[in-house]
């Protein structure tokens, strides 16, 4: 018989997360670390997921390229003095870990209105604009490698948080056609122009 294989067990680790790691003690951050993601003397956590860009567990919502121009991604100050620092530390416990990246939302100006043309500069809902399938495609490129730089292993990626949960404070709607012609059109063969080996995971709903 043939059964499905598990590709490992975790959580997710986000900004506010971070945010609370960094109260503690560096003494009681490691044990407890440790007790989540040492693979010999813990619960060995394989996994995790982080969000690119804000989301709803965020101190606040953001995405690497908030001013329009994909000339003009870059590393948020929230990550880079909460997450990448955690991030370093859990890795120093498990460097065989294993991320699974997932935006809540496309740069705003990204987004236009679900069913007209009309620009749809708002954090909640709206969909991607079919012109800037190329720009969100580097998008995901240059998070890739930039956490590649760090030294983290982005397993997979996905397109989409709750690709139909149009109601959340960080969200874009992605239906599965969307979903389809982006990584058709832009997001696959970008992967394939880097050399990527990035997986991904479509359709990742609830």
């Given at each position: 018989?043939?059964?499905?294989?598990?590709?490992?067990?975790?959580?997710?680790?986000?900004?506010?997360?971070?945010?609370?790691?960094?109260?503690?003690?560096?003494?009681?951050?490691?044990?407890?670390?440790?007790?989540?993601?040492?693979?010999?003397?813990?619960?060995?956590?394989?996994?995790?997921?982080?969000?690119?860009?804000?989301?709803?567990?965020?101190?606040?919502?953001?995405?690497?390229?908030?001013?329009?121009?994909?000339?003009h991604f870059g590393v948020p100050a929230i990550d880079?003095?909460?997450?990448?620092?955690?991030?370093?530390?859990?890795?120093?416990?498990?460097?065989?870990?294993?991320?699974?990246?997932?935006?809540?939302?496309?740069?705003?100006?990204?987004?236009?209105?679900?069913?007209?043309?009309?620009?749809?500069?708002?954090?909640?809902?709206?969909?991607?604009?079919?012109?800037?399938?190329?720009?969100?495609?580097?998008?995901?490129?240059?998070?890739?490698?930039?956490?590649?730089?760090?030294?983290?292993?982005?397993?997979?990626?996905?397109?989409?948080?709750?690709?139909?949960?149009?109601?959340?404070?960080?969200?874009?709607?992605?239906?599965?056609?969307?979903?389809?012609?982006?990584?058709?059109?832009?997001?696959?063969?970008?992967?394939?122009?880097?050399?990527?080996?990035?997986?991904?995971?479509?359709?990742?709903?609830?």
């Amino acid at each position: 018989d043939t059964y499905q294989t598990v590709e490992g067990f975790g959580a997710a680790i986000t900004p506010s997360t971070c945010y609370n790691l960094l109260k503690m003690k560096q003494a009681d951050r490691t044990a407890f670390l440790k007790n989540i993601f040492d693979p010999k003397d813990g619960l060995g956590s394989s996994l995790i997921r982080v969000c690119i860009g804000g989301s709803d567990f965020s101190i606040e919502r953001y995405t690497w390229c908030d001013t329009e121009g994909i000339e003009h991604f870059g590393v948020p100050a929230i990550d880079s003095q909460y997450l990448i620092p955690i991030l370093k530390e859990i890795y120093a416990i498990n460097p065989d870990l294993q991320i699974i990246g997932s935006p809540w939302s496309a740069p705003r100006w990204m987004k236009r209105n679900i069913n007209d043309s009309a620009n749809h500069y708002e954090w909640t809902g709206g969909t991607l604009k079919e012109s800037c399938y190329q720009d969100y495609a580097t998008y995901f490129v240059k998070w890739i490698q930039y956490m590649q730089s760090q030294g983290f292993n982005i397993y997979p990626i996905t397109p989409q948080n709750e690709p139909l949960n149009a109601g959340n404070c960080m969200s874009t709607v992605f239906y599965w056609t969307t979903e389809r012609d982006f990584i058709k059109e832009a997001l696959g063969p970008a992967f394939q122009k880097a050399g990527l080996k990035t997986k991904i995971l479509v359709f990742d709903h609830n």
